[in-house]
């Protein structure tokens, strides 16, 4: 299995400006978790789903997130419009269940956001 | 809520200095502490799983222990090879994974 697959590895872009970062899980495995992770916070959960069902979206910082998982092979998160702040590294992870199992995370996006 | 804290931020050793990392953390009904590897540009990579006080786990020069309060990470020997960021993280009840910020570890040869 060739992993979490996230895209694009790295973002540069305009505050104001949308952004989508793509995930493909591992397949079989059915919880999927967006985390970012940055200096000052550490690695912070955004939102996780479970059988491509959103469970906890509490994480997500304010109304311009979203994420979507429309079926068990991909997933995104969305941020519209961009600000300065949302600047961090954004990984996608996936397990076998949302209880007590391994997480595998993917190699990352890094958002820059001028 | 449940919380992570892991101590020193950063430690430099000379290849071959043994030394121990430190996670405390506090939660409502532990499922699971986590250990993970993350090297520069890479995600976090899974090291081990402990489930209860008493619990011990090694691999290789890592050796991870686990009480109520608190998981050990006892690195022997290290090499230049085993710098990175350690991180741990809590699992209770139904939530996800909780991180700690990690500790940045630098092995001099």
């Known amino acids: 299995d060739a992993g979490v697959i996230q895209s694009p590895r790295h973002e540069v872009t305009e505050m104001g400006q949308e952004v989508t970062l793509r995930c493909k899980p591992i397949?079989?495995?059915?919880?999927l978790f967006w985390y970012r992770q940055t200096m000052m916070r550490g690695l912070e959960l955004l939102i996780y789903?479970?059988?491509?069902?959103?469970?906890?979206d509490s994480g997500m910082p304010e109304d311009r997130f979203s994420a979507k998982m429309p079926n068990a092979s991909f997933s995104t998160l969305k941020i519209q419009p961009s600000e300065p702040r949302d600047s961090a590294v954004y990984f996608c992870?996936?397990?076998?269940?949302?209880?007590?199992?391994?997480?595998?995370f993917g190699a990352g996006s890094r958002l820059t956001v001028l | 809520e449940d919380q992570v804290t892991q101590s020193p931020e950063a430690l430099r050793l000379q290849e071959g200095e043994s030394s121990s990392l430190n996670c405390s953390y506090t939660?409502?009904?532990?499922?699971?502490l986590f250990w993970y590897r993350q090297d520069p540009g890479k995600g976090p990579e899974f090291l081990f799983t402990?489930?209860?006080a008493g619990e011990e786990k090694e691999k290789e020069r890592l050796k991870a222990t686990l009480t109520k309060k608190e998981s050990f990470l006892h690195i022997t020997a290290p090499k230049p090879e085993d710098s990175a960021t350690y991180l741990c993280?809590?699992?209770?009840?139904?939530?996800?994974?909780?991180f700690g910020k990690g500790t940045r570890l630098s092995v001099i040869a």
């Open positions: 397949s079989g495995h059915n919880s």
């Open positions: 789903f479970n059988n491509n069902v959103p469970i906890d």
């Open positions: 939660v409502s009904g532990l499922r699971g």
């Open positions: 993280a809590v699992e209770s009840g139904n939530t996800p994974l909780v």
């Open positions: 992870a996936s397990s076998l269940n949302s209880g007590a199992n391994v997480l595998t």
């Open positions: 402990l489930y209860s």
